[in-house]
């Protein structure tokens, strides 16, 4: 079946049909306000009186009501961000261009035909990105997505991954892979180091993104965080303290350490000399609330204590079982409670760790405070020639 690429009526219509009703209501997601221009309600009004078809769908058309929930008056609950938007056409065309983008980009790690099930999906949380100023230029902010989908820089490292150093005699491998929870973006890059003895650990992935402009290339990083599923080397880990040798006061996990630094060679490899990390993401701190709040809620209704000792007492029997119940609880032990360890590894946690590598490795410079004079953190890489082996 061939991918199903979205239109921008359609786009319109879905938005004010459901996405605008979803950013209000979702319980998953914090609510959002979105205020439009009067001529965006001339569109809407012609969309309504011009349905979108496509054949073998259901499509339910725009209602009065529909328009009317769109309507500044409507929009305007308090204690809530708001989002304001200058140019509706743009604005639509983004998010069609963003979407149908989405659908090649899935398409390199999985199938994913349809662009309407992903916009469904997936495009209520792409407002989980937003800084401050995005607010004001949400189209800023969609042109910022689309030019990081569109870009293919690192695509070689997919599925298998790459070689790209060594550590203490072990070989560094560095592997793209999709970020299915699209909170932070939609690429991270993992590392996992191993001999040939098959001894195997996983570092922390890089969350990240980039965009190329006037004629220069910008990686976003937004997280350095464990995998769920991470592979734990007891001989390896203990080797990575090695890192902290001469370090006064090793605030970071040594671990967080070499995957940045790995991740900072390899971008200059390529001659990416420039690293932008947002540090104050509106919605990130509301959103892990909820998170830890449905967790707390679903877990144990989920698993009573009898039916956990029901699956354990015949293991060959329940191995799936098994296998999903210790992934929710890998899960509820990650997000419940945790929103204030969450936002501090997201903001002062993420500066501590370039700060680190920027003090111990003579491979970057921070050139401005992030928490007062920009909601990014600004770096420049130093000029490195070639992937260097940790010492």
Known sequence: MAKEYMEF??????????????????????????????????????????????????????????????????????????????????????????????????????????????????????????????????????????????????????????????????????RKCCNDSWCETNDKMTFNLYDDTRCFHSLPSIYFATEQKANKTICYIYAIQNSYDKKINKKISRSLYKLNSGIENPNVHPSQVLALKTFIEMLSSIGITEIKVPLLQVLSYPYHELLSKKAFVSFPKNWPAEKVREIYENPSKNEYRIREYEWDKTWYNHVVGREDDIEFAKTVGLYNIFYRVAEQFDLIEISNDPFIEDEYLNIRIKNVKKLSKSK
């Open 9 to 174: 009526k359609e786009v319109v219509e879905l938005f004010a049909y459901s996405t605008a009703y979803d950013m209000k209501n979702e319980s998953d997601i914090p609510k959002v306000n979105i205020i439009f221009p009067s001529s965006t309600f001339k569109l809407f009004k012609y969309v309504q009186e011009n349905p979108f078809t496509k054949d073998g769908y259901l499509i339910p058309n725009i209602s009065d009501k529909d328009i009317d929930n769109l309507k500044p008056e409507n929009q305007c609950v308090d204690g809530i961000p708001t989002i304001y938007v200058k140019n509706p056409i743009l604005f639509f065309e983004l998010l069609t261009d963003i979407t149908n983008t989405w659908l090649d980009q899935k398409e390199k790690y999985y199938s994913y035909k349809s662009g309407r099930a992903l916009f469904i999906k997936n495009i209520r949380r792409l407002w989980l990105r937003m800084t401050p100023r995005d607010f004001t230029n949400v189209e800023e902010f969609l042109q910022l997505q689309l030019n990081f989908l569109q870009s293919d820089i690192f695509d070689e490292y997919i599925p298998s991954g790459v070689v790209v150093g060594e550590y203490e005699g072990y070989k560094i491998k560095a």
